[in-house]
């Protein structure tokens, strides 16, 4: 090994490796419960899924292992073709992909498939970076704003199309990105209002909302003592009329747009609904497995909920479940503290990087992974809507654990050389 492979090494962060590895150990044990079945009782069975997903694991650190002893610059250069890249194939997606629970969204040869989707967060993340670093960028100007929104939006369309909204609203946490780069802290808080506002339009009555937005809107001009009294009364209207118009918008969409499980599954959230049968049943099935675990759970391959099949999808979307009847609280607990710890240590390595490209990356990254963790997490336990999105690292899929391991291996990488990069 040359110097400047030794130097690679020393320069890892072995701290975020040894979390990533910790929760593909984590994740593969958790899968083996989840599926458990005596007659097929060998770990290394690969007819089942536990025994696949150690071919998905060795992969992975094979993409890994690729990943660091490339040269960082072929991600920096070659951002906009990969990007490009992946959008061809989520278009190829919707014209030949494999369809799959509603969602058209796998590319597949035989039983081996592939979803594009997952890897086109890493693209568009490399873009985006490429973007904001290059030399004319200037996050202040409108265009360069327009260009950033367009790179995220261009493949959140296309997986929407796919029927995929889950994987599609991944895509919003590039907003914290743009947010660290100078977006103003005004549409974070926009944004926040238009959810509060959709949440109260379903559970209100929007005539007697409106009627609460006036009296909140009054309070507001009379609270407000800085600006001359003609730019309050416009500023009184504009609010009232845009936040009156929203709500009766969200009913509009709510009614005509959304699909009948969606509406189903945003209902029960909000206990408008209890269809413990039916929409409600994966949500009921795994809040009773995880409460079921106690403090420190059934002990592994103990978990009844899990051996009888009670929650559906418990080796991906819901396999927190496992996690929770098996470990209990405390496993549960220490498994969030992993994930809260790994995107802290992210966020800290972007900072420190010298190259502006890196930088953003970084933030990208941290941010798709607190979104996968916060939502998935989120549904399990009820706090959420069920939209469909794996926990990054432990559920099973091969698609899914390639796009997070190269996802944060080449910021890795670029953290390995930050002082030659710049």
């Known amino acids: 090994?040359?110097?400047?492979?030794?130097?690679?090494?020393?320069?890892?962060?072995?701290?975020?490796?040894?979390?990533?590895?910790?929760l593909v150990l984590f994740g593969w044990l958790n899968i083996y419960a989840a599926v458990y079945d005596g007659e097929h009782s060998s770990m290394f069975d690969f007819s089942c899924r536990y025994g696949?997903?150690?071919?998905?694991?060795?992969?992975?650190?094979l993409i890994a292992l690729f990943v660091i002893i490339l040269d960082p610059k072929f991600f920096t250069q070659g951002s906009f073709f990969i990007y490009v890249a992946f959008l061809a194939m989520l278009v190829v997606v919707l014209v030949i992909g494999a369809e799959t629970k509603g969602a058209k969204s796998w590319l597949g040869i035989g039983d081996?498939?592939?979803?594009?989707?997952e890897f086109?967060?890493?693209?568009?993340?490399?873009?985006?970076?490429?973007?904001?670093?290059s030399i004319d960028a200037d996050f202040k100007q409108l265009k360069t704003k327009i260009a950033a929104i367009t790179i995220i939006a261009i493949p959140m369309l296309l997986v929407l199309l796919q029927n995929d909204t889950g994987s599609a609203l991944v895509f919003c946490s590039f907003i914290f990105v743009l947010f660290r780069?100078?977006?103003?802290?005004?549409?974070?808080?926009f944004g926040f209002v238009c959810i509060v506002l959709f949440i109260l339009a379903l559970l209100i009555n929007k005539y007697i909302l409106i009627g609460i937005l006036l009296v909140?809107?009054?309070?507001?001009?009379?609270?407000?003592?800085?600006?001359?009294?003609?730019?309050?009364?416009?500023?009184?209207?504009?609010?009232?009329?845009?936040s009156s118009a929203f709500v009766f918008v969200v009913d509009i969409v709510f009614e005509n747009v959304l699909e009948p499980h969606q509406k189903d599954r945003i209902e029960v959230l909000l206990g408008k609904k209890e269809d413990l049968k039916g929409v409600g049943y994966n949500v009921n099935q795994s809040k009773i497995a995880i409460g079921s675990g106690g403090f420190v759970g059934k002990g592994f391959l103990n978990g009844t909920q899990t051996k009888f099949n009670f929650v559906p999808e418990q080796d991906t979307d819901f396999i927190f479940c496992t996690i929770g009847e098996e470990w209990g609280f405390l496993g549960s607990s220490l498994t969030i503290l992993l994930y809260l710890i790994l995107?802290?240590?992210?966020?800290?390595?972007?900072?420190?990087?010298?190259?502006?490209?890196a930088r953003i990356y970084?933030?990208?990254?941290?941010?798709?992974?607190?979104?996968?963790?916060?939502?998935?997490?989120?549904?399990?336990?009820?706090?959420?809507?069920?939209?469909?999105?794996?926990?990054?690292?432990?559920?099973?899929?091969?698609?899914?654990?390639?796009?997070?391991?190269?996802l944060l291996f080449i910021f890795i990488r670029q953290d390995a050389s930050r002082l030659e990069l710049i």
Request: a positive charge; hydrophobic letters at 55%.
């Open 1 to 22: 090994m040359d110097r400047r492979n030794k130097n690679i090494v020393k320069n890892l962060d072995w701290g975020v490796i040894i979390i990533y590895l910790v």
């Open 52 to 61: 696949k997903q150690i071919i998905w694991i060795g992969a992975s650190l």
């Open 112 to 117: 081996f498939g592939i979803q594009p989707s």
């Open 120 to 133: 086109a967060k890493a693209a568009t993340a490399l873009a985006l970076a490429r973007l904001l670093s």
């Open 181 to 189: 780069e100078g977006l103003s802290s005004s549409v974070l808080i």
């Open 216 to 242: 909140v809107c009054i309070a507001l001009w009379l609270i407000i003592k800085r600006i001359s009294h003609r730019t309050k009364i416009w500023l009184f209207l504009a609010c009232f009329l845009v």
């Open 343 to 357: 995107c802290i240590r992210l966020v800290k390595m972007a900072e420190r990087q010298r190259s502006k490209f």
């Open 362 to 406: 970084g933030y990208s990254v941290a941010s798709i992974i607190f979104f996968h963790f916060f939502v998935n997490i989120g549904m399990t336990i009820g706090l959420l809507p069920v939209i469909g999105i794996p926990l990054p690292f432990l559920s099973y899929g091969g698609s899914s654990l390639w796009a997070f391991t190269l």
